[in-house]
């Protein structure tokens, strides 16, 4: 029998292609009834029926489209009695997603991993979220190990993937859900913090958290509620919280932005004598 849910239970975890992680994360996910889990770096090996995850504890269901290289992969474990299938959308061995239906409406989860010798894992992700519609992207959710440093995703520097990688999502109009580890309950140890969570305005990954339970990877977990939102909600409440808060900026870089996006207004202003050119200069910024 198929289940309706009104919310996923959700873990996001690299687990380093390490079999003990595989078998820990096994038995946590029967534990804790987790409903979706995102994977990077996952336990598989190579048989007569292709690539295959190791340790999927029963009742649950892998989709993913590793191939040889799948120590650097990504994949999605989903409870059987969910309404789920494979969003062929970019898939790769890099990359995986799935279609849930949650609340009778189409809900995407993608796991990516970006490997640290890319040159830029934004162009490697931009590659994948170029395929996806417009009305997808806002129902999903994005678990990517992003190998790149950035304040906002509680990394204590922010390096240039980290910039690009901020700036890709933004620029799909995906809101970064981490919350800055200074609030958590648990703030995990012995992590340089690249795993990012990101979703689109119509589904809300609510309860984001790291629990004060040993991953045995190198990268800790990450669990929340991913949560539908109502299709009569007010648009304007539907959009992104795209601005992180100034203590997690980098902000001479987000100075150096701005001056380069206002350069040319300021140049443009000077120009503005009468307010027939206050509104020829307003009418060209709304064109």
């Known amino acids: 029998m198929i289940l309706l849910s009104s919310s996923l239970r959700t873990i996001q975890i690299n687990l380093h292609h390490s079999r003990t992680a595989a078998l ?3 038995q946590l996910i029967l534990d804790l009834d987790i409903d979706v ?3 990077q770096e996952p336990y598989a090996v190579n048989s007569t029926e292709g690539t295959i995850l190791k340790y999927v504890p029963s009742g649950y269901s892998q989709f993913h489209s590793l191939d040889h290289d799948h120590a650097y992969g990504a994949a999605i474990l989903v409870k059987n009695s969910l309404n789920c299938s494979i969003c062929p959308q970019g898939a790769g061995n890099a990359f995986a997603g799935v279609k849930i239906l949650l609340k009778n409406k ?3 989860f993608f796991s990516v991993y970006c490997r640290p010798s890319l040159h830029s ?3 490697f992700l931009q590659q994948f979220l170029n395929l996806i519609p417009t009305g997808v992207l806002r129902s999903s959710v994005f678990a990517i190990d992003g190998n790149g440093k950035n304040k906002i995703w509680n990394s204590k520097t922010t390096d240039k993937k980290g910039t690009d990688l901020e700036a890709l999502l933004l620029s799909h109009s995906l809101s970064i859900a981490n919350v800055d580890a200074q609030t958590l309950d648990h ?5 340089s913090f690249v795993d990012i969570t990101a979703n689109g305005d119509l589904i809300s990954p609510q309860y984001w958290h790291s629990p004060n339970i040993l991953s ?3 990268h800790p977990y990450i669990m929340f509620n991913a949560v539908r939102s109502n299709s009569f909600s007010n648009p304007l409440s539907q959009q992104p919280n795209l601005l992180p808060s100034p203590e997690r900026c980098d902000q001479e870089a987000f100075k150096i932005h701005l001056a380069k996006e206002i350069g040319p207004l300021s140049s443009l202003s000077s120009n503005l004598k009468t307010t027939e050119d206050i509104d020829c200069f307003i009418k060209s910024l709304l064109d």
């Open 121 to 123: 894992s934004a162009s």
């Open 37 to 39: 889990v995102l994977i």
């Open 106 to 108: 189409p809900t995407y």
């Open 24 to 26: 820990h994360l096994s």
């Open 216 to 218: 045995l990877s190198d």
């Open 187 to 191: 703030r995990p140890l012995n992590t």
